[in-house]
């Protein structure tokens, strides 16, 4: 255990050249002061992946990811902040300073250590039981499912005897104590004393953790004995809900592709690994998803394809598994097995060609959910219609590109005999519902502050689509009264769309607190913290304002970067010996406010930065904690700045003049707000609080120059 130690982290990445670390994984060209390449995180045909030796970071002009060294190897090996530092530092030749741990820590972690090489002797005797003579049924098994030795040392693959206490005995000649196996989960205490194998005549599949160390197993037995697959129970290494079965050798794949096969058994991993299919595949241990699963899945990948089996139970899984991974950012595919096939059987029964075909014909899961409901549903009747529309519209607010979601509403209308403005509404609602449920988070649009001064493209390369209506849920009104958008990507909840604009003049502002930190005390204080709608733009500009204040003006970008790397982390302070801290706070907290900042008075304009921070930033030892994707947009939107040259007016009193607009495209955007908020209230027939209408009427007076801002 180490100390994430803020001084540690910056000697890393001094020490660090980002071009030769990259150059590892992608090859670079030349490119006058930097160096371009195909980009590593998405496809594409023209390099837009550029790397700086200057300013040491990376960005990406088509996907708009960037970073530093740190943020590189996280996206590329998905490994987290620690794992990055600890591999980093040792490149680098830096020693991480040890976390002191208190006795009962340290009994934890030695417990550990035990228990990880209590079950690679325990994978290294079920390896050799399997060449063995007593082998020979798991031999004869492997090989009819299409597995021959030369693939046994790849997966691991071995052979419990079945003895009642064949393991237990190994390793106790080997001084391991019987307990110690049970604490392992690879035995069990006999009611009248003494120990035997949890695991007995079972081909052995070993369940390794994201670092590749066996962590427990899975046991496919060979005599009928039930249950046909036993796992591991859990104990202080397996948490299934924490696992993919195939994770650490599929990695490489998954890193290439981008997307992963979830399969339900460990043959279907197999399967679709030894076939050549151009996937990767991982087992989810079972068809129960957890949220962990799909968050640690996701570090590696940004599509999936559910292959679950074709019966009952993987049909449910599969919708399980649909909701899970879309809610997290994850595109998501459905391949269709025929009725009764699993991957292995394809492939068995089939060959490769034919299980590449299924996963290459994987429908996007809005419309396998139309097509199930289609199935399900008598939409000859009223009731029907009634029912398709309720159970496609949590999918449909779900699509992230609006050209997208609008052919599929129009199509499916259509479809289903209902009028389009109907299923509109539905979609709406759904939007709103699931938007509730979870704080929103947004991908980055690209724009630098010189780029809005100069009029050369603001925000460079936004993907637009549609806004408006219905409480700001991006979907359009049934009028048809759209604003150009600039997409969010978000985790967890369906699309928001943000104007451009909104986008444009809150990325100038957090390049003006950064490069010209002289102007963070005017922004300050002319926005209340409610007028911020990314919570990553607020971010960056509090940590800008944390740092000209640590250091008496200037802002030094990669301490940013280490101070957002440690809080994605959940490290806190860098350098505190606290760890564990849980994420979200910030993301929800803003979220919050963008909503009630129409329903209450904000307090009177402060003079000064430290008093209109958002709150957690001044006088506090870390700002406001925010979610995860928060934190890695900020990241991004960091490095796009950084990447552009830095920016500066030409003429006396232009700076100025351009943050006054921006500033007051942010107040326009809150008077929106409160406009649509009080329409709410009064379509609902509620009273509108007094505040909010003295609200409205001293935005309305600011913006017109009536009063003092």
């Keep these: 255990m180490y100390r994430l ?17 990259i150059g590892d994984y992608v090859p670079l060209r030349r490119a006058g002061r930097e160096y371009v390449a195909l980009c590593p995180f998405h496809d594409e045909r023209t390099p837009s992946f550029t790397v700086s030796p200057a300013k040491q970071m990376f960005y990406c002009f088509g996907c708009q990811v960037g970073g530093d060294v740190f943020t590189f190897v996280m996206k590329k090996e998905g490994w987290t902040f620690p794992e990055a530092v600890a591999q980093l530092a040792r490149r680098a030749g830096v020693a991480l300073p040890e976390r002191p741990l208190s006795p009962g820590q340290r009994r934890v972690r030695d417990r550990q250590e035990q228990l990880a090489r209590v079950l690679e002797l325990a994978a290294a005797f079920f390896r050799q039981a399997l060449r063995s003579p007593a082998g020979e049924t798991a031999r004869a098994y492997l090989e009819e499912r299409g597995l021959p030795p030369a693939l046994w040392d790849r997966y691991g693959l071995g052979y419990a005897p079945p003895g009642w206490d064949g393991l237990v005995g190994a390793l106790e000649r080997r001084g391991v104590a019987p307990a110690l196996l049970a604490e392992a989960g690879l035995a069990q205490p006999r009611p009248g004393g003494g120990y035997y194998d949890r695991f007995r005549h079972r081909v052995m599949f070993p369940i390794t953790d994201p670092r590749g160390r066996v962590v427990g197993f899975g046991g496919r037995s060979l005599d009928g004995q039930e249950p046909k697959y036993l796992n591991s129970p859990e104990t202080a290494l397996f948490n299934k809900r924490r696992l993919w079965y195939g994770l650490d050798w599929s990695r490489p794949r998954l890193r290439e592709t981008g997307t992963a096969v979830v399969v339900e058994g460990y043959m279907d991993a197999i399967a679709v690994d030894r076939a050549g299919v151009g996937y990767a595949a991982v ?20 599509r999936v394809i559910i292959a679950y089996d074709a019966d009952a139970a993987g049909q449910r899984a599969t919708m399980r598994g649909l909701a899970m991974f879309a809610d997290a950012g994850v595109e998501v595919r459905v391949a269709q097995l025929p009725p009764g096939r699993d991957p292995d059987d394809v492939v068995r029964r089939e ?20 097509r199930q409901v289609m199935g399900q549903v008598d939409t000859a009747t009223p009731r029907g219609r009634a029912e398709a529309v309720e159970a496609l519209a949590p999918w449909l607010a779900r699509v992230s590109s609006p050209v997208e979601r609008g052919e599929y509403v129009r199509r499916y209308a259509v479809a289903l005999g209902v009028e389009e403005g109907i299923l ?32 050369t493209g603001g925000v460079r390369g936004e993907r637009a689509g549609r806004a408006g209506g219905a409480g700001g849920t991006g979907l359009p009104d049934a009028g048809g009264n759209n604003v150009q958008t600039v997409r969010h990507t978000n985790r967890r909840v369906p699309v928001e769309e943000v104007p451009a604009g909104v986008v444009r003049a809150e990325r100038g502002l957090v390049a003006a607190s950064l490069f010209h930190p002289q102007w963070q005390a005017l922004i300050a204080s002319r926005l209340e913290p409610g007028d911020w709608v990314t919570p990553a733009h607020r971010l960056l500009f509090e940590l800008a304002c944390r740092e000209a204040q640590a250091t008496g003006g200037g802002v030094d970008t990669g301490r940013v970067l280490s101070r957002l790397h ?25 979220e919050n406010e963008r909503d009630r900042d129409a329903d209450q008075p904000q307090n009177g304009v402060h003079d000064g930065v430290e008093e209109r921070l958002p709150a957690g930033a001044a006088g506090s030892s870390s700002p406001a904690v925010a979610g995860a994707a928060v934190y890695q947009e900020a990241v991004s939107v960091l490095a796009a700045l950084v990447q552009a040259p830095e920016p500066g007016p030409d003429e006396p009193g232009e700076m100025e003049r351009i943050l006054d607009d921006y500033i007051k495209t942010l107040k326009r955007h809150s008077l929106w707000k409160i406009q649509r908020r009080i329409a709410q209230l009064e379509a609902s027939g509620q009273d509108v609080p007094v505040d909010l209408v003295t609200r409205f009427q001293l935005l309305s007076a600011q913006l017109k120059g009536r009063v003092g801002r």
């Design 424 to 455: 509109w509404q539905e979609v709406r609602r759904a939007a709103r519902a699931l938007r509730s449920r979870a704080p929103a988070t947004g991908r980055p649009a690209r724009g630098t502050l010189r780029g809005s001064i100069a009029g």
């Design 566 to 590: 440690s809080l994605a982390a959940g490290g806190g302070d860098i350098g505190r010996s606290e760890t564990g801290r849980q994420e979200g706070n910030m993301a929800g907290s803003a």
């Design 283 to 302: 087992a989810s241990l079972g068809t129960s998803l957890s949220e962990e699963q799909v968050e640690l899945l996701a570090r590696y990948v940004q």
């Design 5 to 21: 130690d803020e001084h540690v982290v910056d000697e890393i990445r001094q020490r660090l050249d980002i071009v030769e670390v």
């Design 351 to 370: 060959g490769p060609d034919a299980l590449r075909r299924i996963l290459e014909a994987a429908v996007p899961v809005v419309e396998y959910r139309f």
